[in-house]
Nanobody, 120 residues
Framework: QVQLQESGPGLVKPSQTLSLTCTVSGGSITTTYYVWSWIRQPPGKGLEWMGVIAYDGNTYYSPSLKSRTSISRDTSKNQFSLQLSSVTPEDTAVYYC????????????WGQGTQVTVSS
């Protein structure tokens, strides 16, 4: 059973960088062909796919967030991380990490989600 757990600050100030880590257990983030995703849901809105890091380390980002987003990984800790720069209150959301079975999905495991609020 694969488990994912998000961690990071719940409050970030405007213009700062949001940093979250997803710790994976029960499966390796380097296993072919899985990809590891970051997805968010702002209050009252739908899910927004932010980007992924694939089993081989390649990254892919949402065009609308690409200029502010970076996803990396630490294979020794079986973790992958999200950094979102220059945040505004519009980046307030529940942030989820997830595993996709390939670049075209489906998602088969989700983290529980973590609330991040951008406020001064």
């Amino acid at each position: 059973q694969v488990q994912l757990q998000e961690s990071g600050p719940g409050l970030v100030k405007p213009s700062q960088t949001l940093s979250l880590t997803c710790t994976v257990s029960g499966g390796s983030i380097t296993t072919t062909y899985y990809v590891w995703s970051w997805i968010r849901q702002p209050p009252g809105k739908g899910l927004e796919w932010m980007g992924v890091i694939a089993y081989d380390g390649n990254t892919y980002y949402s065009p609308s967030l690409k200029s502010r987003t970076s996803i990396s990984r630490d294979t020794s800790k079986n973790q992958f991380s999200l950094q979102l720069s220059s945040v505004t209150p519009e980046d307030t959301a529940v942030y989820y990490c997830a595993r996709e079975r390939s670049m075209v999905g489906p998602i088969d495991y989700w983290g529980q989600g973590t609330q991040v609020t951008v406020s001064s």
